[in-house]
């Protein structure tokens, strides 16, 4: 089969939305946006070997490569609605593209999210995906809402994902059922697409966790002109990594990739959100708070500062 | 600088379209989409060395990138909007940067196309450019049109960008001058966006030249369920390709990179396409007509046909 030929097999399926006009198959897809709605819009690269190990299971990374921008619009309190995909691939092998055509199509049939286009080309292995939400006008969530004595949030729990990074990289040690669970955090996370819908209203600002909770917080509040603190011991994270001390530290409040919802929200929304993570099963925990000034701070229980080597995820450091 | 420095600096300027509620910087941008209009969305990745040489000029780079997704807007007969770029880069190198920012902006600001997002990384060259239109309701040109009967057109010249290609490689020879023009299409195609919009209500069907004519002509005529031919003396090339023979015409029947609008009209629009090619000063060129049947076919004038090594472009090849 020739690349047009496998495009078609594993990725030309019937749009069941119709506000699908068009979708792959033309110069572009034609798209009727919901009347009185906003379009949300976002984009992320995943590159082999930074942001994925090359002997990945590809379904797992088809699963991955959706989800970590269905996150995005999650952290905008969008519904997701089309994706398109561009893929360089090395070489066409027709098992792993139905592998990687069944992860994504798992998690986009159970969003309703249709794939509306991309691209395909050889080279060295590189997704590209494009996320297309909407909410209703002027009400998405932004970073740059926080205000000076909003309470911190953030969903789930944190860390898993960049010790399963650490385990396989020899840097981390884990227990083997914890190291399964750690990577199935980091292969098929979770968008928290209901979330984000629901916390419409009641957060004031909102982002994903992806680059690491402290970086990502820092941007948060560098948007919303404050400054942030987290205390380390409110961090939800698994025992297997708060018995590791500063390195499991390190993971939940600078690793990244854990694609939970990181939110300010005031003080007089705890009880609604409270109810909320009960009525989503969802952990819903209060980790810091805004403040006047900048930066980003964690804290031990007594008000001093932890120090951490880096912050948060940079590509190029 | 650090990522998000470089990324502030070269990449986040104010956008003065309204629509965009909010552009680079959040988890995804917001914009608002015209009333009584579809959204068109089409993406394209670009690999080094697949793509374009490594050793490309950035600034034309910046302008190709976005060129290529703007044909694709023009082959619908839409208005260009916005555009997200996502980028892994081997290193960070400010000028080089700049360069491809100001190749980038100057088209972007000739097409009123705002950046409203992306991504960056670390990896191997790619650029993974999503671009979105708008065209009013049921009226974009789509490729699955097409009526045995209708004229087939293209506008501007075939097979110079091919033709720089080949120079480059060794496998053709062109003297100074055609070369410098060759590699000036190549590195600077100019999407037909006025063009794509004058043709909605004259076209039947259209798409851009991309992969080479005989190949994108075929995909054209497989959607609308008939067949082509194209006459190669109607062929619209350059005269120092005519002297190539058969190289030449190979690099204007199936080369590629022209980013031309082919496109089928009823012969009862031929009046109204000859005075549009003069309003818009664009060259359209009848070269061949659809039928009914399959396939697409490059004929002599005495009818015989023509088959070249290859009718188009395949990654996989």
Redesign the interface.
């Known amino acids: 089969m ?2 047009f030929d496998l495009i078609r097999r594993y990725f030309d399926r019937p749009a069941a939305d119709p506000a699908v ?2 979708a792959v ?9 919901t ?1 009185g709605h ?8 995943l ?5 994925f190990f090359a002997d990945v299971d590809p379904r797992a990374l088809g699963h991955k490569a959706l989800a970590v921008n269905l ?3 999650a ?2 309190g ?1 519904t997701a609605r ?1 994706a ?5 691939w090395p ?2 092998d027709a098992d792993w593209l139905a592998a990687f055509a069944e992860g994504w199509f798992a998690l986009a049939d159970a969003h309703e999210v249709a794939l ?9 292995l ?1 997704l ?1 995906v ?4 909407e ?1 209703p ?1 002027g009400r ?1 969530l ?3 809402g926080g205000r000076a004595g909003d309470d911190v949030w953030v969903s789930g729990e944190l860390g898993m994902a960049a010790a399963a990074v650490r385990a396989r990289l020899g840097q981390l040690t884990l227990p083997e059922a914890e190291r399964a669970l750690a990577q199935q955090r980091l292969d098929w996370p979770q968008p928290r697409l209901a979330l984000g819908q629901a916390l419409r209203g009641l957060a004031s600002a ?3 966790v992806s680059d690491g909770l402290l970086a990502d917080l820092g941007h948060l509040a560098a ?1 919303s002109g404050v400054a942030a603190w987290v205390r380390a011991d409110w961090l939800p994270m698994p025992a297997c990594l708060r018995e590791q001390g500063a390195a499991g530290l390190a993971c939940a409040a600078a690793g990244g990739d854990d694609y939970e919802l990181c939110f300010a929200a005031p003080p007089s929304a705890r009880a609604a959100l409270a109810d909320l993570g009960r009525a989503l099963a969802v952990p819903l925990t209060r980790i810091g708070a805004l403040t006047a000034g900048a930066g980003c701070r964690l804290l031990n229980p007594d008000g001093s500062d932890i120090l951490l080597e880096q912050h948060g995820y ?4």
């Open positions: 020739n690349e006009r068009l198959g033309d110069d572009a897809a034609i798209l009727a946006p009347p906003e379009l949300l819009v976002s984009t992320d690269m590159v082999c070997g930074r942001h996150s995005d619009i952290a905008m969008g089309w398109t995909l561009a893929a360089a070489e066409l509306i286009g991309g691209d395909t080309t050889r080279g060295p590189t590209s494009s996320i297309f939400g909410a006008a998405a932004r970073r740059d909102a982002l994903d948007r940079d590509h190029f450091a």
